[in-house]
């Protein structure tokens, strides 16, 4: 089994040992359909969860108390990978893509390979590490990422002049 970063404690909510979760998912409402995650290496079943603000608040099995909620501060929170809920035809999860070689249609030439998807902004970038050293920023739109083979480990991009200058 495969474990996922999906998300990091911020914070103790109250005195019943809830804590704020800033969550990597898409949603902060993720928490509410997994029955177990691991903060760090230690295995925690969710008692439940709730969405405050942008923000997941749950409460872990054998936290009971504020100062319980605390000593999570800061600590990583992650799913396994059999967790992961089937995504529709096209779509992918992010770590899924990275990694995935990125090349030009036009010329077939190898850009570089993802390095990583930002995705809080209005479209997804994709950066991207160049074939020659530096990072190049893609919009991740139709009109530039034209296919995505993950079998072949490939991503084929429509470049306009100056894009990557």
Do not use: C
Request: charged share 35%; glycine share 10%.
């Amino acid at each position: 089994m495969e474990k996922i970063l999906i998300g990091k404690v911020t914070s103790a909510v109250g005195l019943k040992g809830e804590v704020r979760v800033y969550s990597y998912a898409e949603t902060p409402d993720r928490f509410q359909t997994l029955e177990r995650i691991w903060i760090d290496k230690d295995e925690h079943e969710i008692e439940r969860a709730r969405t405050q603000k942008n923000m997941a608040v749950v409460k872990f099995s054998g936290i009971d108390d504020r100062d319980g909620a605390e000593r999570l501060r800061g600590r990583s929170i992650y799913m396994a990978d059999s967790d992961l809920e089937e995504l529709e035809e096209g779509a992918y999860y992010i770590r899924d893509l990275i990694g995935l070689s990125v090349i030009d249609e036009d010329t077939g030439r190898t850009v570089g390979k993802v390095k990583d998807i930002l995705t809080d902004r209005p479209q997804d970038i994709y950066v991207i590490s160049r074939e020659g050293g530096g990072e190049a920023m893609l919009p991740g739109v139709k009109s530039f990422i034209r296919e995505i083979d993950l079998e072949a480990g490939t991503i084929m991009v429509h470049l306009i002049e100056g894009m990557l200058d």
